[in-house]
């Protein structure tokens, strides 16, 4: 006996979008068929990636110029070579993204009520997009700015000098941990703003939980910066104000969806008198 799992079928969709089965090895075969698509992706990025591999590094070092350190050390024969890898992988992830969301849409949203897929669709365009600005507000902001004061430790030490000599597989995962923590932090409206229209906390609750929220913000930097304060509140800071952005972000949503909601409503005729 075969599972079967409700999805779209064009010619059998009702005016809410839903209808039609497919069963559950078709299912899996599609998924298969996803991830494939997805892999090659990956895969084909990954070879340009690797190919600009250097240039990629040179993106990468320029933080460390600014800050004032001219030099890179590797401790390993092959230190060098898997961090041109890490960063082709790292690179190559980015740039297939728009491809995996892609087939990732396209296995979600057949199982998807219209007005579902026409409330996703924005949050799933505006997640490259903020994630972007999470990783460029590291680059250009956060990363120039937590090694200045990391490297600022160089001093003299009673005629013996303390100098910074950063190894290369070292700094290309303090810069990625960075680039990661900060693009997935401004991710939080996104999340929010599902987690509201699927009606599993409202405003009212979210905007009470502001204390936690805080905490929890500099909870997050602790975790995911380098074991200094200026770089925890770097990370704490924003992730704050985006929680007070959302709840601005879902005012206007409500207020919006109260508005379509009152015009869409049926005007009861009057009684005769």
Known sequence: MTAEVPVIAPDTADEDGAGGKMPLLDHLIELRSRLLKSLLAIAVAFGICLYFARALL??????LTVAGLKKLIYTKPTEAFFVEMKVALFAAMMLAFPVIA??????????????????????LIATPLLFAAGASFAYFVTIPIALHFLFGFQRDLGGVTQEALPATGEYITFIMQFLMAFGIAFL????LMLVERSGLVTREQLVSARRYM??????IGAVFTPPDVLSQLLLAGPLILLYELSLIAIW???????KTGAEAAPVEPLEEA
């Open 58 to 63: 040179t993106v990468l070092v320029h933080p």
């Open 102 to 123: 892609n087939q990732l849409w396209k296995f979600v949203a057949p199982g998807l009520f219209r007005k579902e897929r026409r409330a996703l669709l924005p949050f």
């Open 188 to 191: 939080l409206p996104i999340l």
């Open 214 to 219: 805080i905490v929890a913000a500099v909870a």
């Open 252 to 258: 206007f949503t409500q207020r919006r969806r109260k």
